[in-house]
């Protein structure tokens, strides 16, 4: 497929078949305005005036994938409680595949609550469970995700540290997306940070490599962070690195540890919640229709910032995508190859 036409690589993410597995939650916004201080302590007293709850976490990664134009299919856990109910019939809604979406009594539907005043995100409450799944659990999943695991262009981690994905579950697919040539892109948090080798890409951000390798480097230190992924390789073997630098956009190092530094956009940044699940899901997609990884990470450094612009964590605009993704000043498609 041409690099050089975005309209076409969205085309032809309407056959991709894409599985989404890790976290699931409920993104709830609890929209108000403030105008006093309390007289009970010295906090601001938050005036209500809307509630919103979306689908969140691995959800949010495949809504991307969905405005695209792809067909995901989430897999992951919830409590069996009323914000569970919920979290499956948003899910239906959106016309997802529920099927691998379980319900165990042993934890809680995580919640993340997010207080928003002014059009600023102002506190977040978490509401939920960390511990890993049981074995017998952790054993059921594993059997239905393997009974439907047939037809997939790309697979996405998307690892939010709340116990759903395990060391066994994630070798075990991952053993069996590269005897079927099928690409694992990973989204990963600290516990299972080593957990990924020979996964086609790994997508840390700043934050998470610094943790994962116990060190300490600066978003500007570019040359520190490729020698950090070179580290990161020699210990976990995997193709392609993409490290994520807020402000300072993305380095990218392709399999022969050559890094490429993707400036990023100048944007009106209002909140940078879900812009990773973006990055996710676009590169995802961009390398399952068959882009190179780095015209794929250029397109995902493009969408992670038009995405926080928005209040709130949303899905790209694919509109939006084609027409930014095509402008140049001499006609040229800027993500061309030549």
């Known amino acids: 497929m041409p690099a050089n036409n975005t309209s076409s690589f969205l085309a032809s993410a309407k056959n991709l078949k894409i599985l989404v597995i890790g976290d699931l939650m409920i993104d709830q916004y609890l929209w108000g305005s403030i105008d006093r201080i309390s007289p009970e302590a010295p906090v601001p007293v938050v005036d209500v005036y809307d509630r919103e709850r979306r689908l969140g976490g691995a959800a949010n990664a495949a809504l991307n994938l969905k405005a695209l134009g792809a067909t995901p299919v989430l897999c992951g856990v919830t409590g069996k409680d009323k914000n569970s109910l ?67 262009d790309a697979i996405i981690f998307s690892d939010y540290d709340k116990g759903m994905l395990s060391e066994t579950l994630i070798s075990m697919l991952t053993i069996h ?16 940070f080593h957990h990924y080798p020979d996964c086609n890409l790994f997508k840390p951000n700043l934050k998470e490599l610094n943790e994962g390798l116990d060190i300490q480097l600066d978003k500007n230190d570019l040359d520190g962070i490729a020698l950090a992924v070179e580290e990161l390789r020699s210990n976990m073997p995997h193709r392609q690195t993409l490290v994520t630098l807020s402000e300072n956009g993305m380095l990218f190092v392709d399999e022969n540890l050559k890094a490429t530094h993707l400036p990023a956009y100048r944007r009106n940044i209002v909140d940078v919640s879900g812009a990773g699940d973006t990055v996710a899901a676009v590169l995802c997609l961009g390398i399952a229709a068959g882009l190179s990884p780095l015209i794929a990470a250029k397109y995902a450094n493009l969408a992670g910032g038009l995405v926080c612009e928005e209040v709130g964590v949303v899905p790209i605009d694919p509109k939006r995508l084609v027409a930014e993704s095509e402008q140049s000043p001499n006609g040229k498609h800027p993500f061309a190859t030549k």
Not at 118 to 128: C, S
Not at 179 to 184: I, K, M, N
């Open 86 to 152: 919920e979290l499956l019939e948003l899910a239906r809604k959106e016309g997802f595949d529920t099927q691998l979406i379980f319900s165990f009594p042993s934890r809680k539907t995580t919640v993340k609550t997010r207080i928003i005043c002014n059009n600023q995100h102002v506190m977040r409450v978490d509401d939920e469970d960390r511990h890993a799944l049981a074995s017998q659990e952790n054993t059921e999943v594993m059997d239905a995700v393997f009974e439907m695991l047939t037809g997939f």
């Open 177 to 192: 997306a590269e005897q079927h040539d099928v690409p694992v892109i990973v989204d990963p948090k600290f516990k299972n």
